[in-house]
């Protein structure tokens, strides 16, 4: 089938190159239209995340031109001289690219195995290119079906249950690093977002945190109730002037620059005591240096790994049944791509049998007929028939 994918992860690729593939939405679009506009592909999904980005096609050609989709990828990422970028690329077309996105929408994929955020990132993806225009008939469906695939694990395993998040891994670092967070203040900077929303709706779990949110559209500082908990909101702008008196700060922004510098923090930090800053955002919203200052524990995505391995491990039971739901779907998924491409050569074939079938009053027959081959036969065994039938035709 034609559908292939190129992208980079956080299995084998570290957050400094990561960092260069973090698309904002609009160069997405750029991407997307750009892969249209060179004959690249057909159809395009781009999947964007902290952890990974992933650049999906469908073209009539099976297996593509994997040259020109890396070199426009590289591009667009001014990725063209890291040394060994190869290394870091992968590529996968046909079942196994529509294995490996099921996987990453059942959060297979996930530095936290089960975690939610990435379904709706799936979704998102899909709803971009849709309103882009690049997502036709057979990437369309693939999505349709991986988030159908993701929700079955959801629901019917326990692989999402009692899982644990980049959100609360950031928590337990502060924690750690401080001892407690009762009675200390943390800020979180862009909370408006959905990892930041989600760091503070955990907070609610911290007995004696004194909370401060900064983000660029909360409007007037004042207080405000969320979650169950009462926490401080303060223009973005001002995030500066309270550095001095935080004990723990976790950022996770979508901004193209550091929401916290070396040299302002360099300024304003004038009290020595231990501090947790936590990045949870690609590219990352914490100037790395920052962890030089006196007193800093800086973390940053890629140093939850270790704690992320334990609660995959705990997952691994799970994963078992989790293939057999994503072995039905796609194996669904397959016999329809078989089908959709058959049907134009089967076409003329199909109106013989129905005029045919019409004088033995029989016509309706062979929809039936159709649509049960579809639905009972594999992939493999569909591809034998109309190989066959186009012959014969």
């Not at 009539?60 to 063209?80: I, K, R, S, W, Y």
């Not at 882009?132 to 993701?150: D, P, Q």
């Not at 709706?201 to 007037?220: F, H, P, W």
């Not at 360099?266 to 009290?271: G, Q, R, S, Y």
């Amino acid at each position: 089938m034609g559908i292939s994918l190129i992208g980079i992860s956080h299995h084998n690729t570290p957050l400094a190159v990561r960092e260069l593939f973090a698309f904002p939405a609009e160069k997405q679009q750029e991407l997307m239209k750009e892969m249209i506009a060179r004959g690249i592909a057909e159809e395009c999904v781009i999947i964007s995340t902290c952890n990974r980005t992933e650049v999906y096609i469908y073209t009539a050609c099976p297996g593509g031109n994997f040259t020109e989709l890396q070199d426009l990828v590289l591009e667009f990422a001014g990725a063209q001289d890291v040394e060994n970028i190869g290394d870091y690329i992968r590529f996968y077309n046909g079942s196994k690219a529509v294995r490996h996105l099921f996987h990453v929408a059942a959060g297979l994929e996930s530095m936290v195995m089960g975690e939610d955020q990435i379904l709706g990132q799936v979704k998102r993806a899909h709803d971009q290119a849709r309103e882009t225009g690049t997502c036709g008939v057979y990437l369309n469906t693939l999505f349709r079906y991986a988030v159908t695939a993701a929700k079955k694990v959801k629901t019917e395993t326990d692989l999402s249950r009692t899982s644990v998040s980049t959100a609360t891994m950031a928590i337990k670092a502060a924690e750690q690093g401080l001892g407690t967070l009762h009675g200390k203040k943390v800020m979180i900077i862009g909370a408006s977002g959905k990892i930041g929303s989600t760091v503070l709706k955990n907070l609610q779990c911290i007995d004696g945190a004194e909370v401060y949110i900064t983000s660029r559209n909360m409007g007037q500082a004042g207080e405000d109730h969320h979650h169950k908990i009462t926490y401080r909101v303060m223009e973005y702008e001002k995030r500066y002037e309270l550095v001095n008196e935080m004990d723990a700060i976790i950022s996770a922004t979508s901004s193209p620059h550091y929401t916290l510098t070396y040299s302002k923090m360099a300024e304003k930090l004038v009290t020595e005591k231990p501090r947790v800053l936590v990045d949870l955002a690609v590219p990352i919203d914490i100037e790395a240096k920052v962890e030089k200052l006196p007193g800093i524990m800086r973390y940053d995505i890629d140093d939850f790994q270790e704690l992320a391995r334990t609660n995959n491990e705990k997952k691994q039971h799970e994963v078992v049944a989790a293939d057999q739901i994503l072995d039905e779907v796609q194996m669904d998924f397959e016999r329809w791509m078989v089908f959709q491409l058959a049907l134009p050569d089967m076409a003329s074939f199909k109106e013989w049998m129905e005029q045919e079938a019409e004088k033995k009053g029989l016509d309706k027959a062979i929809d039936k007929m159709f649509y049960r081959l579809r639905d009972h036969s594999t992939p493999a065994e569909l591809h034998a028939l109309f190989g066959h039938l186009k012959e014969i035709e």
